[in-house]
């Protein structure tokens, strides 16, 4: 029941996150390249995929639409050609506000139905499954 509960809560909750990110012409998992950038500007495409989690193609891609967007360039590091770094420009700098809005409304749609200490209890339990749950599959686990 556990696992068929966080599967719909995540479902549930990606899908209006991605309704408030279509408003704003992005794509879920944008919003949170776009954070990594406002905390830290100039990542290396490397550092950025580390940050988000993952994997190369999926950034990659997200990436490339973002700078088509005009929300960031893409240039090779001065040091090392090889590395690409990732700026904000202007317009991605401007998305600083309506992602915070973004945050606001998706959380308080999310504890709508909560108390103060169930939606923290929520998490700290949130936090506790993740803890659980091992990084990868146990040994002779079918792959």
Known sequence: PMSYAIFQLARAH???????LREMDLHPGQELLLMQLFDRDGQSQSELIESVGLDHSTVSKSLGR????????REP??????????HLTDKGRAMR????TLWQT?????????????????VD????????????PPQGARK
């Open 66 to 73: 973002m700078q088509d967007a005009g929300l960031l360039v």
């Open 106 to 122: 998706l959380e308080k749609a999310s504890t709508r139905n909560l108390s103060e200490h169930q939606a923290q209890a929520f």
């Open 125 to 136: 339990t949130a936090y506790a499954i993740t803890e659980a749950i091992p990084s990868r």
């Open 77 to 86: 590091s001065a040091h090392d050609r090889r590395v690409m770094l990732v």
């Open 14 to 20: 990606r899908a209006y996150a991605a309704t408030l």
């Open 97 to 100: 506000e309506p992602i915070a």
